[in-house]
């Protein structure tokens, strides 16, 4: 039986630069690179977003516009982020 819904990603996957340094536990926007080059995420319902070791959903957890994602509520200073395609 075939997959029903959005057909699975080809390629390989890739871990965006980490941006966790830039957390101060009030900012909510921040700009997402690969490799130190802007990243535009395809579909940005694709993306594997964890925070502090908690994966978040898309929309209820964070958006991503452009090459920019932004999260429901700020990630406290001491978090850890993992964005993967």
Do not use: C, H
């Amino acid at each position: 039986m075939g997959l029903i819904g959005r057909q699975q990603s080809t390629g390989a996957f890739a871990k965006l630069d980490d941006i966790s340094t830039l957390f101060d536990g009030s900012k909510k926007t921040f700009n997402l690179t690969l490799g130190g080059e802007a990243f535009y995420a395809s579909n940005p319902f694709t993306v594997l977003v964890s925070v502090g070791g908690v994966i978040l959903e898309p929309n209820n957890g964070y958006t991503i516009i452009e090459n920019q994602i932004t999260f429901t509520s700020a990630p406290a200073l001491i978090s850890s982020l993992a964005v993967l395609l």
